[in-house]
T-cell receptor, first 115, second 111 residues
Framework: DTEVTQTPKHLVMGMTNKKSLKCEQH?????MYWYKQKAKKPPELMFV???????INESVPSRFSPECPNSSLLNLHLHALQPEDSALYLC??????????????FGPGTRLTVL | GQQVMQIPQYQHVQEGEDFTTYCNSS?????IQWYKQRPGGHPVFLIQ?????EVKKQKRLTFQFGEAKKNSSLHITATQTTDVGTYFC???????????FGKGMKLTVNP
């Protein structure tokens, strides 16, 4: 299984809602990532988990809260988002976090709209 | 800070044409990766180059890493409509594991 799955595919939420994005991989990868991608822009790194521990937080606002319950799962909890947070949220995984041979496998993404 | 720049940002070619796109870094890279994102899709890993001057081929795609490990190129031979998409190069930021993506090169193909 060389797939990263993400749910839901689409999400519309109000600014007062609380929702969660889910990501799963069964490749035995020990590094997992959250990216945000706006239209016509490259993916922008948000968080990196290495061996289930948060290793990089790219100064993301606290209304985004990541969680890694186990080595296969990654969640992104959303609360009090702003309309400018509307974007495609991509999850990715790689064998490990490192400088070499860390090609990333991306999931299909969750397209989030904040009203 | 470290940047990864891609040129051109847009490329429109006639089916069957060859073309080359370039990726330049402000600093030396330990490695460089290339990804392709189809319209409406997600980035898909294509290749990773590690060695200075390395050249790798995937069918009609040829990837090269510069001798100084500060630039890379992607050459596509006999472009097909299936090549349509945005091609991103990405490199690790300053010795860390954080991958920095270039702005991408959007390819459109006229059949």
């Amino acid at each position: 299984d060389t797939e990263v799955t993400q749910t839901p595919k689409h999400l519309v939420m109000g600014m007062t809602n609380k929702k969660s994005l889910k990501c799963e991989q069964h490749m035995g990868h020990r590094a997992m990532y959250w990216y945000k991608q706006k239209a016509k822009k490259p993916p922008e790194l948000m968080f990196v988990y290495s061996y289930e521990k948060l290793s990089i937080n790219e100064s993301v606002p606290s209304r985004f809260s990541p969680e890694c319950p186990n080595s296969s799962l990654l969640n992104l909890h959303l609360h009090a988002l702003q309309p400018e947070d509307s974007a495609l949220y991509l999850c990715a995984s790689s064998q490990f976090v490192g400088l070499y041979y860390n090609e990333q496998f991306f999931g299909p993404g969750t397209r989030l709209t904040v009203l | 800070g470290q940047q990864v720049m891609q040129i051109p940002q847009y490329q429109h070619v006639q089916e069957g044409e060859d073309f080359t796109t370039y990726c330049n870094s402000s600093t030396t890279l330990s490695n460089i990766q290339w990804y392709k994102q189809r319209p409406g899709g997600h980035p898909v890993f294509l290749i990773q180059l590690v060695k200075s001057g390395e050249v790798k081929k995937q069918k009609r795609l040829t990837f090269q890493f510069g001798e100084a490990k500060k630039n890379s190129s992607l050459h596509i031979t006999a472009t097909q409509t299936t090549d349509v998409g945005t091609y991103f190069c990405a490199g690790p930021l300053g010795g860390s594991e954080k991958l920095v993506f270039g702005k991408g090169m959007k390819l459109t193909v006229n059949p």
